[in-house]
């Protein structure tokens, strides 16, 4: 995979990332033409709470528990679920952290994507 925008599909392996990133960006808004960004990350604590002014963001859990808070909502996801947090035109706040404390891995979407 080149630099350029992609214009047809692709596939990144396990342990693999774009070009140009780390392993854990398994889509960049280069690599989407700008309309997305995927990664796939181990936690231990998570973002304090906060807003985006453009893009949504949105995770799958693979493993453990994730508390999420989106505005006044609060929400507890599991392995297999999938949390999406609107963002641009609610202006929610969220915040995530995993429960207990143990480590989990999510695909968050976050950058510039979902337009």
């Known amino acids: 995979m080149t630099n350029e925008?992609?214009?047809r599909g692709y596939v990144v392996g396990p342990g693999e990332g774009v070009p140009d990133?780390?392993?854990d960006v398994k889509a960049?808004?280069?690599?989407?033409?700008?309309?997305l960004t995927v990664m796939e990350l181990a936690v231990d604590g998570g973002?304090?709470?906060?807003t985006h002014t453009?893009?949504?963001?949105?995770?799958?859990?693979?493993?453990g528990v994730v508390d999420v808070e989106c505005g006044e909502d609060r929400?507890?996801?599991g392995p297999g679920s999938f949390v999406p947090a609107p963002q641009p035109?609610?202006?929610?706040?969220?915040?995530w952290w995993p429960r207990d404390g143990a480590p989990d891995r999510d695909a968050g979407r976050t950058g510039q994507l979902l337009r």
């Open 5 to 7: 925008p992609a214009v």
């Open 21 to 23: 990133r780390t392993p």
């Open 28 to 35: 960049s808004g280069r690599s989407t033409g700008g309309s």
């Open 47 to 50: 973002p304090p709470r906060h």
């Open 54 to 63: 453009r893009e949504d963001e949105s995770f799958y859990v693979f493993t």
């Open 75 to 77: 929400f507890q996801a």
């Open 89 to 95: 035109a609610a202006r929610l706040p969220v915040r």
